[in-house]
Every structure is written in structure tokens, then in C-alpha cells.
């Protein structure tokens, strides 16, 4: 009998298919494999086709020259822009208000070929550093008031460089999406006064059907409800609400798990598309004791059945618990 | 400068990138050709090879016989099941239920080689007829709380057979995204005592900058907060909550409407893969005067950016009142 299962966070609702089942081999996918182009902008050398980079980590060297193991720039065709005032008008019955932001782009590694589950311990490291010093430069900017830290790795994802790389968007509002999550953890708490978060990292860890792996400072489990196939979340263990509080221990840990979890997704599912989304409070707002930062890391399996955008209703081939139970038997090599 | 827009309804935001407006030929994608296939078991003839037909519409003949010009059956793999009882569950801190609803095929047409923009205006008016008759038969369950009725058009749009059909889904639960948007236009009445889609509709008739096309009970606009290049909405004109409470004078003129909106879109977009899904109230509740029923039509012409899940935000590349132009002035033929 299929399972209809609630997210506890957001109150959705989604289909477990338990009785058609889908394993990994039953899912058609390209693998992301870096071919190398002949002239990528993200590439040492071709510093001067970026825009001038916000940040890099280099040894030695100028600033937009060779040298650098990762570097931070404005997206060449920003979807917003930080110049300007933020002008919210009317027009009619709707609403708008001019496309204040920032938009950025963290090329992660100069070698072109790499992936992240392919480069080093320490530069993922240095990429939640990254994530965490680009916050903390924009959050001094009042009109900003949510950061979007995300990944699309590989085209069938939305990648349109091949060149691994992330991005920043920093919204002048709070998403609706976020909102709803962080609504959904704060009616938890006022009922219970316990963060909803940290509950299920509990449930979750003293069940173990859907954990993943765990290290002394963060986990990764298989959600109760998962959208999607394979749908992984990786959580610190202890309470934190905003990613940009995580200190050496956390994000060396936290490197350490997400880096073992794409080369698990690597093997078990041939390397394939992937999106990533930090999952963290709004910047202007100081610690709250009921929303808890995480990410989420959504292999592309399936054709989108686009009416889950208009319905908020996911259907899902794999059980979480058949999904978490195949990567946890995935060797790290 | 790009805008940020309010979708009125929901409160999601999107951004509106004006300055790097996207036109139809932007858009990479493949063109949805039907090729035909040997063994279609939606094609006359392979009756046998489907669960036993629901509703046909056919010109004399036996049940499950060729004849038919439009077919409903249940879905072979259903994702939910009639039989059993609703049983709620809590898992820990988690809440489950039995899949108790339906899943159902609407089979368009006994033409392989068709698509709806292709069909007869009656076989479309037929389909929306059957889309009626099945939600007046199937809310007689009382368990069963909402209906979606929707269609995956290509298969980079979700379609796995070829041969033209939408498809049911009847849940136990009003999905998320329908409940948002049913609370939205519940505020917005609140405080106008007027319905949000009824003054959408006359604004946008008004202003004429997003209206595609209009019939005497019909109007297909861009909306002001698209998340999707060339995403349409078609809504009748006069407030109707149910979809189901349609007849015949609003079915013929939406038959006539949707047929020429595909075929504009076939023409600007190259035979686009496209998703179709009916936006309606709740079953078992009466009529309203908040909610407006409408059709969401959105062509999948960009990569999904998977990040747009996890978020609610969306980034369009293409201004609505430039995809209603180029839409305006495409013909019919």
C-alpha cells in the first residue's frame, strides 16, 4: 500500500510509491563527466573575462591573476543588482519592487576538470568558508535580507558552465519557501519548545533506517518525506540556526561528510546531476532557538513532472529508507 | 534594472531579469514529435493490455472495445488506490497516512499520432467534459478532499507514453500549493470582499499589455509574476470556484481558447513539451467567493534549476509582456 507522508516542517505532503519501488539501475541519467573546453572564463588565466573578483583564497599573487585555489565574482549577467535604491510601487492590484541584490558565482577549484567529489578535503572546506565570509560581507548591506547559497552541478541541473562552480543570490525579501519552513519550525517550537530540527536529528539517529553517515558534529540522513529520489539532508547535530554561525570544527566536519556523500552518490547513482541548497535563517536576524540550518542535496533522477510546481504534491519511486540504505552500503573510494 | 515581482495570489516573489530578456528562439529545446511506436497500449485495438475502461465516450460497441473516440482507465502503476480505509499514523514526530485516493488516464484520443493542438475543438471540449464527469463520480467518495487533473505533454515535460493523455489524481488531502493559494485569495477577499482572480481579469483586460487571447467567457493572459518563460493562464471570465461547476457555453469557448492558445504556442516555441494543470477548489466544499478555478500552461523551455524547489524563488529570463506579444501576434493556423 503506497504511504502518503507529511513533512513535519512544512506541512507537505508526499507520495511514497512503496510497492513500485525504484532502485537506483531503474533510473535513466546522464553522468557528469567534465570534458574540458577550449576556452572556459572560470579557468586560471582567463581572470580578465570575469568581472573582478569579491573575494579569492590565494597564495601570493594580484587580485584577478593566477594563483588562487578559489575565487569569488559578480555573475557576468546579474539576475540583481546592488546599485540602485529599492523602490517598491504598485500597479494596480500587484506588487514590485526594483531587483536589488547581489549576484555571485564561487568557482571553486582552478582545475577544470574536478568535481567536488573529486577535489580535496580542504577545499570543500574552504568553500563553506567562502559561503560563510561572502555572508557575512553582505549581511552588512540592511537592505538584504536573505542569502541563497546553491549548486547546480551538471547541465541536466541547470549548470550552463561546465566549470564547477556555486552561487550566492542575496534577496532584498525573504522567500516564500523559507519563510514557510521557518513558520512551520517556529509553530514546533511554540508547542513544544524544542527545536523540530533537532528532534528529528534525534528520531532519526536512534532509528537508523535513514541515516547516512555520521561524523561527531553533523549527520546526513534520508528525509521522512523526501520530494524527490535519493533526497539527502545533512544537518549539524547541534543547535545552530544560521550557517554562518558554524565554527572550524563544524564545516571541517561537515566537508569531511557532504564530500563522502557525493562520492556515495557517485557511485551509486553513476555520477549524477545534482542540485544544492543551504537551508538557513534570514541574515538581519539575530539567533532564534526554533530554525536549524541544513542542506539539501537533490540528485536530478527523474523527468520533472512539472505539475508538482502548481500542486505542492510530490510523487516518490524510492522509499527514503531503501534510498538511505543504498548509500550507506556505497564504499567512500 | 530587473524587477521583483509579487505574485498577488501566493506572495512569491520572482524575479523579472527585463535586461536580459530571453526571445522564443533563446530557448534550446527539443520539438514534441509523435513518431509512433509499434505497441501503443493507449491505441485502439490494445484494449486488453489497460485496466478495464471508467468512462468512455464512444460511438456504440462493448466496454473495452475500439470505438471510442476519448478513454479513461485506471492508471496501470497507480500512485494511490480506491480500496482500503484511511488510516493515520504518527511515526515518532512524524505523520503518515494509508494512499487512499485514485489514478486515473484520460486517453485523449484513439489517434496515435495526434496532440491536442492538432485534435478536433470538440474532442478538446469532450476532454474537458470528461475531466468533469469524472470529479462528479469520483467526489462522491467522501474520503477523496481535492482532484488534480494535469498533463505532462513531451517527455522532457514527464510524459512516459507518447500517445496523447492527461491524467487524475484524487487525494485524501488539499495539497500545500492549493491550500496557499486558496488562503491567498481568502485574504485578499477578506479585505476587498472581492475575488483576486475576478479583479486580475479585469485589470489585465484593462491594461491589455498581458492578454493573449479572450473569448466571450474565456481570457488567456501572461501573468504579472510568471515563474516559467511563456507561462499562461487561462481563466474564465465569470467567477466560478469548481472547475466541475463549468457548462457547456464556458467549456465550448475554453475548448476553442486552449486549442488556439497550444497552437500559438506551437508556433512561437516550436511544438514545445509543456505542462498543463487545473487549478480548482476543494471537492467536498461548496461554492466560494474567494477562489477562482483557472488552467496553468506552462511550456518547459528552460533546464530547471532545482535550486527553485527548495526556495519558492524563480528567476524568468523572459518578461511576460514580451512572451504575450510574441504570443498576441503569433497566428492560429
Redesign the interface.
Given at each position: 500500500?503506497?504511504?502518503?507522508?507529511?513533512d513535519?516542517v512544512?506541512?507537505?505532503?508526499v507520495?511514497?510509491?512503496t510497492d513500485?519501488a525504484k532502485r537506483p539501475s531503474d533510473f535513466v541519467r546522464e553522468s557528469v563527466m567534465p570534458r574540458g573546453v577550449p576556452v572556459c572564463p572560470f579557468c586560471p588565466g582567463q581572470e580578465q573575462r570575469t568581472p573582478p573578483e569579491v573575494l579569492a583564497y590565494r597564495n601570493g599573487n594580484a587580485p584577478n591573476e593566477p594563483g588562487w585555489s578559489l575565487r569569488v565574482i559578480p555573475n557576468k549577467?546579474?539576475?540583481?543588482?546592488v546599485e540602485?535604491e529599492i523602490d517598491r510601487q504598485g500597479?494596480?492590484?500587484?506588487?514590485?519592487?526594483?531587483?536589488i541584490g547581489a549576484h555571485e558565482v564561487i568557482i571553486e577549484t582552478p582545475e577544470h576538470l574536478s568535481t567536488l567529489a573529486t577535489l580535496h578535503e580542504k577545499r570543500i572546506e574552504d568553500l563553506f568558508w567562502a559561503f560563510r565570509d561572502r555572508i557575512l560581507d553582505l549581511r552588512k548591506d540592511r537592505r538584504l535580507r536573505y542569502i541563497?547559497l546553491?549548486k547546480?552541478h551538471g547541465?541536466?541541473?541547470?549548470a550552463s558552465l561546465e566549470h564547477t562552480h556555486s552561487q550566492l543570490?542575496a534577496?532584498?525579501?525573504v522567500?516564500?519557501?523559507?519563510q514557510?519552513e521557518i513558520a512551520g519550525s517556529r509553530r514546533y517550537f511554540d508547542f513544544k519548545e524544542r527545536c523540530?530540527y533537532c528532534?528529528?536529528v534525534r528520531?532519526e539517529l536512534e532509528?537508523g533506517a535513514r541515516v547516512i553517515l555520521e561524523t561527531d558534529h553533523c549527520v546526513a540522513i534520508a528525509p521522512?518525506?523526501p520530494?524527490f529520489p535519493f533526497e539527502t539532508w545533512i544537518l549539524p547535530r547541534a543547535h545552530q540556526s544560521h550557517f554562518e554561525e558554524a565554527e572550524a570544527p563544524t564545516l571541517q566536519s561537515l566537508a569531511w561528510l557532504f564530500r563522502a556523500m557525493l562520492r556515495k552518490m557517485d557511485k551509486v547513482l553513476e555520477r549524477p546531476p545534482y542540485?544544492l541548497?543551504i537551508?538557513t535563517s534570514p541574515i538581519q536576524e539575530g539567533p532564534n532557538p526554533h530554525y536549524h540550518w541544513h542542506i539539501?542535496l537533490?540528485p536530478?533522477l527523474?523527468?520533472?513532472?512539472?505539475?508538482e510546481?502548481?500542486?505542492?504534491?510530490y510523487?516518490n519511486p524510492t522509499p527514503p529508507e531503501e534510498a538511505a540504505q543504498f548509500l550507506r552500503e556505497a564504499g567512500l573510494s
Open positions: 500500500m503506497p504511504e502518503l507522508r507529511k513535519p512544512t506541512g507537505r505532503w507520495i511514497i510509491a513500485r549577467v546579474p539576475a540583481l543588482r540602485g500597479e494596480g492590484l500587484y506588487d514590485k519592487m526594483t531587483g541563497l546553491f547546480n547541465e541536466a541541473a541547470g543570490i534577496l532584498p525579501v522567500p516564500k519557501r523559507v514557510e523540530i528532534d528529528i528520531q532509528a521522512y518525506a520530494r542540485n541548497v537551508h539539501e537533490i536530478k527523474t523527468k520533472v513532472a512539472g505539475f510546481w502548481g500542486t505542492g504534491f510523487l
